[in-house]
């Protein structure tokens, strides 16, 4: 089974341009979830769709953060403008449905210089 | 005070030693509880799932939820040098993924 799959696994930009980042979730898994990593920390969730609609985006920046899933399967994370705050690992997860085991991806590390 | 708390390391200890790795919350209303494993440059993979209080053995790995005290503990017996990554403990009030609170991870280095 193929796991989930991310990319860019790297990005370097300055302040104040735009990123955007890519997740292909487990086939068949409706819920998928974006995490920020920040270096020595653990994971916090920053958005959560259930299918194709936001379940939960409280602690999404939503003045420069936003996050589409479209047709309930591949997500995007977008980033515009991004500060020096932001450098951080986002993490892609999955699961089947709600409450059950997510599965990781291997993280996009953002470095905002 | 955080939610939860857990100490980052890093602990080095030596191949064949048992590890003790921790955590404590202050949120009573956690019922789920978990530890994840991460290798470097890697995401977070599921180790242990226990509901609610007692032990949980998987191998070489045991969780224990202790939640009159909010303290969790993951150890880890005859520990291996493919042991070291960085555990983080999570945990949630419903149950499976949703609203996991993480602890910041505990960086453990098995010496061989």
């Known amino acids: 089974e193929a796991g989930v799959a991310q990319s860019p696994r790297y990005k370097i930009i300055e302040k104040r341009q735009s990123v955007a980042f890519w997740c292909n979730p487990i086939s068949g898994h409706a819920t998928l979830y974006w995490y920020q990593q920040i270096l020595g920390q653990g994971p916090k969730l920053l958005i959560q769709?259930?299918?194709?609609?936001?379940?939960?985006d409280s602690q999404l920046p939503k003045d420069r953060f936003s996050a589409e899933r479209l047709k309930g399967v591949d997500s995007t994370l977008k980033i515009q403008p991004a500060k020096l705050e932001d450098s951080a690992v986002y993490l892609c997860a999955s699961s089947l449905m709600k409450n059950t085991e997510a599965f990781f991806g291997q993280g996009t590390r953002l470095t905002v210089v | 005070q955080k939610e939860v708390e857990q100490d980052p390391g890093p602990l080095s200890v030596p191949e064949g030693a048992i590890v003790s790795l921790n955590c404590t919350y202050s949120n009573s209303a956690f019922q789920y509880f978990m530890w994840y494993r991460q290798y470097s440059r890697k995401g977070p993979e599921l180790l242990m799932y226990?509901?609610?209080?007692g032990n949980k053995e998987d191998g070489r790995f045991t969780a224990q939820v202790d939640k009159s005290s909010k303290y969790i503990s993951l150890f880890i017996r005859d520990s291996q040098p493919s042991d070291s990554a960085t555990y983080l403990c999570a945990m949630s009030v419903g149950g499976g993924a949703d609203g996991l609170t993480f602890g910041k991870g505990t960086h453990l280095i098995i010496q061989p």
């Open positions: 769709f259930q299918n194709n609609g936001v379940v939960d």
């Open positions: 226990t509901y609610s209080s």
